[in-house]
């Protein structure tokens, strides 16, 4: 039988208190990024039924603050170990493959997160200078997601790689 997957921080009592508020805030200001886009789909319905005009631009609300979600709540489930995860095979090696699969994995991961960070340096800036339709609001703040979702994503990842490699290589007791 497989195991249960770990939920939470593994060692709760060890992690820096510091860090766990701010993942957990990242938690909250996803909630609230998913308010403010509920609120602005209802407001823009509730319009169009009464037969009025929506105001310009209140379209453009959900989908530049859906790219910010994605990234923040990717962020928090990352630290709490809740994201998706197909662990069939990985269930079925030892507790050393299943570490260096999680290193291997987590490794990937922080590469190719690095890359997006060294990617944005120039999309982030060239999207600066384009403004969206509707609220004539510059696009490189809805672009800032992908690397500043990518560093929050990278902690987390650290974490668990230096946890994996000290699974797979145990010191003597």
Do not use: C
């Not at 789909?41 to 609300?61: A, C």
């Not at 928090?76 to 662990?87: G, I, K, N, Q």
Request: proline fraction near 8%.
């Amino acid at each position: 039988m497989a195991a249960a997957p770990e939920s939470g921080p593994p060692d709760a009592d060890r992690e820096s208190p510091v860090w766990r508020r701010v993942y957990d805030g990242l938690g909250h200001v996803g909630g609230a990024i998913l308010a403010i886009m509920t609120v602005a789909v209802f407001f823009q319905v509730v319009m169009r039924f009464l037969g009025r005009s929506p105001i310009d631009g209140i379209d453009e609300i959900p989908r530049y603050l859906f790219v910010w979600l994605v990234m923040i709540g990717a962020a928090s489930a990352m630290y709490r170990r809740e994201h998706t995860v197909l662990d069939y095979f990985v269930n079925l090696l030892g507790p050393r493959g299943r570490a260096a699969t999680s290193a291997f994995v987590n490794l990937s991961g922080i590469l190719f997160l690095a890359y997006l960070i060294k990617l944005s340096w120039v999309l982030v800036p060239n999207a600066q200078l384009q403004t969206s339709a509707g609220l004539e609001l510059p696009l490189g703040y809805v672009f800032a997601a992908i690397p500043v979702g990518s560093a929050l994503l990278i902690l987390p990842m650290l974490r668990n790689l230096i946890q994996a490699v000290k699974s797979i290589w145990p010191r003597p007791s």
